[in-house]
């Protein structure tokens, strides 16, 4: 992830940008370390869609 590429892209294109986070209204085992799946969360996106495919 590039630091601050949200708020580059927010003021070249004139719109509001956030970070996706695929695991915000997901639950997590207590043993996963919160602060780096919040960290990792964007980068994880396609992974998190591809696993959530085995459920339909």
């Known amino acids: 992830m590039i630091a601050g590429l949200d708020r580059v892209l927010a003021d070249v294109l004139g719109?509001?940008?956030?970070?996706?986070?695929?695991f915000k209204n997901m639950g997590s085992a207590a043993?996963?370390?919160?602060?780096?799946?919040?960290?990792d969360a964007p980068m994880l996106?396609?992974?998190g869609?591809?696993?959530?495919?085995?459920f339909d």
Do not use: Y
């Open 15 to 22: 719109i509001a940008t956030v970070v996706a986070n695929p």
């Open 45 to 47: 996106a396609v992974a």
């Open 31 to 39: 043993k996963v370390n919160s602060s780096a799946l919040l960290r």
């Open 49 to 54: 869609g591809l696993a959530l495919r085995s």
